[in-house]
C-alpha cells in the first residue's frame, strides 16, 4: 500500500476507452483534456499515489501501459 | 460535367450524412448524382469518409480518384487527402479542429471554424451541416432551396431538429456569404 | 524502481483496429502474456479468424494462418496432425464459431483433437457491421434482428461451449468474462489452463471469452462491460464447464 | 411515375425483390452486400414475408430449394466466397429445376482477398461453378436503377425458366446511392402459377417429389438434354444487351456492370479526342450476346474488352469472334477499379496504335 | 375374419431396394402408419436424405423433396416457411445429420425451426459402403476404421440427439429402437409424438431410431438387432430425452 | 522394373500418392470414390501418415491447407457435388498459394445426378469454380497407369508451383481394374524443402504468416498479377498432351480421360474402314494444349470434340482454333458412355458428310 | 388367446429377414425351402394356431403381411 | 482383337472374385486387361455384376454393351443380361439354380451344373471357381497355369484353400473337357 510506483502510458495508442481510469484503485489515472494524432482523448497519470499494482494494465485493450514500482 | 466531393473526418461527425444529404440535394434539383460511402466494417479505428458526384451527364464512376472538393472535419483526414485533390480544387477544412494544412499552391482553401459556429447556435453536433451551408455558398453544386428540403427528408424522422438543422445550413451558408462580401 | 509490466514480448508493438473498449484486444493481450509465462510462443501457430480479428496475425509476434470463416478447427486440426509439437490455437468469434462453424467445432471435439480454441463470444457479429450472432440473447437488437432477438422470430441464442463441453473428447471447456480485472484475471487463468491442456496431450480445449463489442451494442466501453455483467452474463455464466482427464500426478 | 429515391445499390435490390413478390429470403451476412440481409431482416416482417439469417450461405441456399419447391418466390444473395459455398445448392437447384434469385455482390478473391468492387466471379456464374452441365440467367447491372430493374426481371425469368437468375454486381455497385424509381408492387395473386409445386397433396392429386437423382444414365442424360434445350431457348429468347456510341464506331470497347460505366466516362474523353470509340455492354452475360458480338465485327475489327478481373468474359468475346477481329484486353484484378480517364488513356494508346494515329 | 393389419396407405405398393432385416424399411412404415392414424399424409411433405433411403420418395406415398447430403432441415425449414400447415420432416441418417449436416440440425433447433426429424442411427455410412459414421462407437470396424474406432485415432462417437435435446428450442427429443415388437411399438410412439409436437406449434422435433445395418455390419439380421439391444445401446440409450413447453390444457 | 499389380484406378491414384510423399489425407466418402478413403485409412496407419475421414469437405478442404500450410504433402479426393463443396476452400489455397492434390472422380450431375462416369465438371475444374480469378493445374488420367503417374507427378507440381493440382477422373475410370506397375516410394527427405511453411518460429526466424486477405486493392491487384504470371509460366511449361495417329489424319477428335479411351477404340474401327482419323487428347485440361491445336489446324480442317457431358472442353478447342478449322461435337452427359462402336459411326458420319466418301 | 387368425404374406417381396419368424409368439411362420423370383427364401405361414395378433406385421421391413382376426 | 465377359449372379455367389481371378489370370498371361465391377451401393438388393475385358491390344471401353461371354449364377442375371449378349456368343449357366432360358438361337449355351459339381468335391462355396474352370476350358481366354496362379494370388492371405478352390477350377474344367471329349 505504501510501495510506490509509476505507469508510463503510449498516448498515440490510446483510445480513450476509461477502463485504466475506472479502475485504478489509487485514481491516479484520468482521460486528458487533449487529443492525439488519432483524435482521441488519451489517459494519463495526474497523481503521485501510484502504487504500481498493475490493475490498469490489466484492462488496457491497448497493451500500452507500462508500470513500474519500486 | 461531374463535381466530385470527398467528406472525412472521424466516424462520430456526421461524415456520412453530411454526403447523403448533400446528395438528396443533387436528387431533387434533378442532377445526376452518385454518393458512395466507405463500408465494410473490415478495418476500424480510421477515419470515415464518403464521396459525392454530381453532373449534369451520366456519372461514370462514383469513385473520386482526384477530387475537385474536399471537406474534411478532422485533422488526420487533411494529412489523408489533400493530395489527391484536383488542381484548382477546394478544401474546407474545419478550423476548430484542423490547424496543420500542408502547402499546395494550386487549391483554394476555405476555413470553416465550424465548431465555434456550432456553439453560437448552442447544437454542438450540427457541425457537419455547417460544412454543407459553407460548401452550398461557396460552390453551388445544388440550390439552397433543394438543400433544405434534402435537410427536412434526413431528419423526417426526428422532426423536432428540423428546425435547429436548417438554422445550421444558414449559419454556414452565411458565414460564407458574410466573407465574400466582407 | 522496476518494471513490473510491459508489453508481452509477443504481441508486436503496433496499434491494432480495434475500436475502443474492445474485448478483442484484451484477449489478444492475454494470451501473449500467457506465450510468454508458459514460453510457447516459439512453437505456437494460430489460426486467424474472418472477424474483427482477422488481422491477428498483425498483432500476434507468432506464426499464423488466415483462415476462412468458421474453419478454424479444421485448419487447425491439419497444422496440428502435421506438427504434433506446435502449440496450436483457432482464435474464433461468435459467428465464426457457433454459427458457420459449428460442424467444425462439434466434430474436432468429438475428435478429441489436441488444439485450443479460443473464443470470443460478443454476441454479435462484430467485423460484417452489428448482425445476430448465434449468441445474441433474446430481446438484444441487431442490424439484422431489428426489433431485437425474439424466439418465435429469430430463435434461441444458442451456448456452444456448454454443447463442447458435452463431448467426449472435449478435454476442457471454461467461460471467462473480459470485464473488470478481477474476471479478466480469471479468463488468463483459464487460457493458461487450456494451452496446458494441449501441452498434455489431453484432447480439445476451449476457453470462451464473453468480451465487449462496444460498436456493435452501441455503447460506450464502460457501459458494455457493465452490461455484460449484469445481463449478457445471464446467458454466459463464468466458470469451467467441463474437465476431462486430468493428468495424473 | 413512381418518385425517384436516392438508394443505396444493395437497398435497390432489396427492395425490387420485395415488389417483384419474393416473401423469401435467406441469407448470410458477408461484405460489401450486408445491406441486403439488413434491410430485408426489417421489411420482411413488414410484408408478412420470411426472412431468416441462416447459420451459413450453406444452409441459406437450401432453404431456398425448400421454399421454392413449395412454390415461393425465394432470394439469396452473398458476395464471392459466399457464393462459392453455395456451388453445390446451385447445381441441385439446376437439377431439380427450381426457380430461385441469387445475387453475388462480388468482391477482390482470390481466398479472403478483399471487399472492393470486383469482377473475377465472372466464370463462376456464367460457367457454372458448380458440378454438372448446367447455366443459369447471370444478369449484370449498370447502376443502381438496374439494381431494382434486373432484379425485379430476374424472378420472372426464374419463374419462366425454372432457372436460377443471378443478379452479377460488384462491391461498388451494391453500395453506391443513386436515384432510382422502384418497380411498382407486384400483387402476390398475380404471380404465375406452377404446377409442379411440392405442397402436400391435400387429397386432390397424387404425390410429387422435385429431385435430381436419376440413377440410370440414358435418364439422366435425357433430363440434361431437356435441361439443354432449355438453355437454348434462353439463348434464343433472353439476351439483353445496351449499344452505347457503336454508330461509327471504329473500336468496340466490350464491358459489363461498373466496368462498363467507367468505360462510357473513358469513350467520351476519347470520342472528345476525335476517337471514334464505341461499346457494347452485356446486360446478360450468360446468355451473351454473341450474335451481336459476332455482327458488330463485321464492319469493326479491333475491339478492347474491359474487366475488373485478369480475364474472363474475354473468353465469350473470343468465342463469339472467332478470329474475326482483333481482341484485346484490359484488366484489373482484386478489386482496382481504374478511373475513366486511365482507361480513357489505354484505348487512345490501342488505338493510336491501330489507326496510326499521331 | 376381419383384416386387422395392411399396409399402410402412405407406402407405396412397390418393393424397395433395402437390404434385408434394413432398419430403414421398418421406420418408413412406421412413419407411414403414423401418417394415417393421425390423418396427416395429404399435408406431408418429406425431405429424403443423400443415405440409403435417398429413394424415400419411391416409396412413401407423399410429397417429397430431395436433399443434399445433410442439408434436411435447411431444406425442411424453407418448406416450413412458405406451408406452415403442412406437416414438414426431414428424414435423415446418421452421417447425413451428425456429420456433415451438424450445423443444419443444431441451428434448425436453435431456432426452435417447427419441424419433425426422422433420424435413422445405424451406426455406419450405409449407401456409400460402411464407412465410419460419427455414431460408430468405439471398437466397431468400418471400412475406413479398418481397426476398429479408436478415440485417439478416429476420435469418439457422438450422440447428436443428446446435443439437440440440450438446445433450447428443441420441444420433443426421443431415442427409439428398431429391434423387437416392444421397442418398435414404442418407436412408433415416438415418432407420433414428435409429429403431434410439429401439429402443436411447439418447435422442432427429433426422434432417433436406432436401427440395424446388418449389410454393412456384416451381421445376419436377427444377429444385427440383437447386437443392437446387447452392445449399441451402451452408447445410445432408448428414452425421451428432452420434452419442452408442453401444450396446456 | 516393378512388377504389375491389378489395381482399381482410385486405389492406383491412392497408393501412388503415398509413394509421392504423400502423408495426409482428409476427405469424406463419397461414390464413385470410396476406395480412396478406405484404401488410405489403412495404408496411412502403415507409413505413420495421417488419415482423417472429416465431417465434410468441407472441413476436409480447410484440413488440407491446414496441413499444406504446415509443408506436408497432401491430398484430399471427393467427387463432383464433394468438390463443388470444396469451391471456397479451393480459392483459398489458390490465394494462400499453398500446393495440395485434389481428386476429382466425376460423377453425372447435375445435383445428386448419379454414379456413373462423367466429365461434366470441366468447366468447373478449368475456370475455376470458386471465386476469383485463379487457375488450377488439371490433370485427366487415360487409365489406370495414367491414373497412379499423373497423381505421382501432380504432388511434384503443386510442390514447384505452389499451385493445386487436380486429378480429373470419373466414376468408371475409378472403378475400373488394370495391370498397373507402381512409381517408386519417395523418401520423404528427398522431398523440395519449402520456405514459406507456418511450423512455429521456434528461435529462429521472425513470425509469419500466410493468408488472402490484402484488403488495399492495389496490393491484391499486384498479388493477382503474380498469381497470373506463374499461371502464364505453367501454360508455358506443363503443357501435356498424347497423339495418336495423327500422322496422316485428316479428320481429328479430341477428348479426354474416358471418353479418349473409348475414341481410340472408335479411330481403330474408322481407319478400319480407310477413314484416316486421328486423336489428340489433352492430358493436361489446364494448361490446355492450344497451340498444339492451333498448330494442328495448319493441316487438319475437321475436328470433332467429344466429351461425356453437354459440351464443355468445345469453348477450349475453339479458342485455341480461333476460327482456323470447323470442330464439331458429340457430347453424352448424364454419366451415359457410348461405345466404340456408337462413337465410330459418328465419327464415320462426320467424316463422310465432309469428304464426301460413298 | 382362442382367436383366431391368419396371415397373407407377399412372398415375393419377402427378403427372408426372419424377424416374423423369430418373433412369432404362436411360432406359425418358417422360412420356406423355396426362393422367390428374386432368390430370398420366402416366409410363409405354416401352422394353423395365428392369433391374428400381428406381432409378425409390426417388425416386418417390407410391410408385407396382411393379417385377419375373428 | 478383345473379348468382354460379363458374371452375374446374387450378391454373396462370388460374382466380382470371378471376373477379379480371371482378370488376375489375364494380367499373368501378359494381356491387355480391365476388369469393372458394379460400384456404389446406391440400388441393393439387386443382383451383383462386373465385366472383364481380355485382348491383345489397348481395351478401349471397359464396359461390355454387348458381350461375347455371359456367365450367369442365378436365374435373374438370365433374364437381366442374355439380350445383351453379342451374336455367336457363349452363355455359362450354373444350371443348378437355372432352370428358364429365354430362346435365342445366334448364342452357345453352356449349362454347368455348378452346385452339384460343388457338392461332390464337397465345397459348396466353390461354385464360382467351377464355373471359371469351365469358362477357361472352353473359351481358353488365359491359360490354366495363369488361371492357377491367380487363384494362388487370390487366396494368398488364406493359403488353406487354395487346393480346395485349385480342385475346383479343375473340376470344372474337366466337366466341359469330359463333356467334349464324350
Ligand atoms: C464464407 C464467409 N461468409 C461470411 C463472411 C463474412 N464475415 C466475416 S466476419 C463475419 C462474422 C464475424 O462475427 P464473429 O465471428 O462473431 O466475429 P467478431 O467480428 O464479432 O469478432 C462474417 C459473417 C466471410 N468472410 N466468409
Ligand atoms: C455432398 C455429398 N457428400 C457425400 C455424399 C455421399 N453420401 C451419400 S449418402 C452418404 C452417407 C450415408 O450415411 P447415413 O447418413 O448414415 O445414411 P445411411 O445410408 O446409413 O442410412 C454419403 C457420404 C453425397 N451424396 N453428397
Ligand atoms: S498501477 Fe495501479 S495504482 Fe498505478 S495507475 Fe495503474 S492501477 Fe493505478
Ligand atoms: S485502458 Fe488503455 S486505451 Fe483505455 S484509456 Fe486507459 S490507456 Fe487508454
Ligand atoms: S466492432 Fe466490436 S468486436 Fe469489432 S473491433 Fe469494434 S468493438 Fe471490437
Ligand atoms: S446398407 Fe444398411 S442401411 Fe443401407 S439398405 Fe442395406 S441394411 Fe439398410
Ligand atoms: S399374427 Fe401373430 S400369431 Fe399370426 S403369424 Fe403373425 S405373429 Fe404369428
Ligand atoms: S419379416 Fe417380412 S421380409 Fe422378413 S421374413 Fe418375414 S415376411 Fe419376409
Ligand atoms: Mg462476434
Ligand atoms: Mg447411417
Known sequence: MSKKGKVEIDREKCKSCGYCVEHCPQSVLKISENYNDKGYFYAEQVGEECTGCSICAVVCPEAIIEVWRG | MVIKSIFAGFGGQGVLSMGYTLATAAMVDGKHVTYLPTYGAEVRGGTANCTVAIGNEEIASPVASEPEILVVLNQPSVLKFINKMSPGGTLFVNSSLVNKIPEREDIEVIKVPANELAIEINSPRSVNVIMLGALVAKKGLVSPESMRTAIEMFFEKKAKIIPINLEAFQKGYDFIKGEESS | MKKVYTRPKYLKPVANHYCPGCGHSIVHRLVAEVFEEMDIGERAIGVAPAGCAVLAYNYFDVDFVEGAHGRGCAIATGLKRRIPDAVVFSYQGDGDLAAIGTAETIHAAARGENITIVFVNNGIYGMTGGQMAPTTILGMKATT????????????????????????????????????????????????????????????????????????WGMQPLASVKWIEETFTKHYTPGVLVERRPVSG | MAEKVLMRGNNAMAEAAVRAGCRYYFGYPITPQNDVPEYLSGRMVEVGGTFIQAESEIASIYMVLGASAAGGRVMTSSSSPG????????????????????????????GLGNIAGSQSDYFQMTRGGGHGDYRMIVLAPGNVQEMADLTYLAFDLADKYRTQSIILADGMMGNTMEPVILPEMRALDSLPDKDYVVDGMRGKRKSRARLSLILEPKELEDHNWKLQRKYKQIQENEVRYEEYELDDAEMVIVAFGTAARVAKGAIRRARAEGLKVGMLRPITLWPFPSDVVRQLADRVKEFLVFELNAGQMIEDVKLSLEGSANVNFYGRPGGSIPTPRDLAKVIINRYSQKFRLI
Chains 1, 7 share one sequence.
Open chain 3, 145 to 216: 434482428a431489428p426489433f431485437g432477438r425474439d424466439a418465435k422470430r429469430e430463435g434461441y441464442n444458442l451456448d456452444i461451449t456448454h454443447l463442447v463441453a458435452e463431448i467426449e473428447g472435449t478435454a476442457y471447456a471454461a467461460r471467462g468474462l473480459i470485464t473488470s480485472p478481477k474476471e479478466i484475471r480469471k479468463s488468463k487463468k483459464m487460457i493458461a489452463d487450456a494451452f496446458q491442456c494441449q501441452l498434455d496431450n489431453r484432447g480439445l480445449s476451449i476457453v470462451e471469452l464473453v468480451s465487449p463489442c462496444p460498436t456493435n
Open chain 4, 83 to 110: 457464393i462459392s459455398l453455395k456451388q453445390e445448392g446451385m447445381s441441385f437447384l439446376a437439377g431439380h429445376e427450381l426457380p430461385a434469385v441469387i445475387a453475388n455482390v462480388v468482391r477482390g478473391g482470390p
